[in-house]
Structure formats: C-alpha cells, structure tokens
C-alpha cells in the first residue's frame, strides 16, 4: 500500500514563504512524474507544479519564479518551495505521484496567505 504525506503548510502573511514536503512510502520501486496541485473554495483543483524522474519541471503561469518543485528520489520525496505569497495562492496543495503507472494522492495540506 502506498501513501502520500505532505506537510508544511499553515498560515503566512502575503510576502512571505512555505516549503511543502511530500513523502512516498510504502511498496515503492519506481516514482515517476511528482506534481503538485491546489485547490481553492469554489474553484477546479488546478495543476501547479510538475517534475520528471528526468528533474524536468513545469510550473502554471500563475506561479513561475515564485514556486520551486525539487525531489529527493533517496527520499521518495517531492518538495515545493513557496516565496513571495500571494492572497490568491491560498488553497488546499495536494501532491501527486505516478508510481509503476499509478496515480497516487496525498490527503492535502492547507496554505493560506493573509492579506
């Protein structure tokens, strides 16, 4: 069974930072594309930031050179580094991962960026 934990989120004034960890554990041999996504009171869940086993990234345009998703494949870990918040980055982050073709979920974390 695999599981997805993330942590690091909370609360942040607008301008400030959060890093937000993901953790694979379980039967893993191999982890392919790790993601993070968010999701807003009201609003679709939405693509955030993207990275290969290759460390190839992408990121929404919303977020490009403020967020930063690196990975720790010893670790079995994803990471998204938050700077320079905004209001509107506040949501509910989950982290995604393929895994032998699989999609797994982690159960979310709340950011939210006071004004």
């Known amino acids: 069974q695999v599981h997805l934990v993330e942590s690091g989120g909370g609360l942040v004034q607008a301008g400030g930072s959060l890093r937000l960890s993901c953790a694979a554990s379980g039967i893993i041999s191999r982890i392919n594309a790790m993601r993070w996504y968010r999701q807003a009171p009201g609003k679709q869940r939405e693509l955030v930031a993207g990275?290969?086993?290759?460390?190839?990234?992408n990121y929404a345009d919303s977020v490009k050179g403020r967020f930063t998703i690196s990975r720790d494949n010893a670790k079995n870990t994803v990471y998204l580094q938050m700077n320079s918040l905004k209001p509107e980055d506040t949501a509910v982050y989950y982290c995604?991962?393929?895994?032998?073709?699989?999609?797994?979920w982690g159960q979310g974390t709340q950011v939210t960026v006071s004004s």
């Open positions: 990275i290969t086993n290759g460390d190839s990234t």
């Open positions: 995604y991962a393929n895994i032998r073709g699989q999609p797994y």
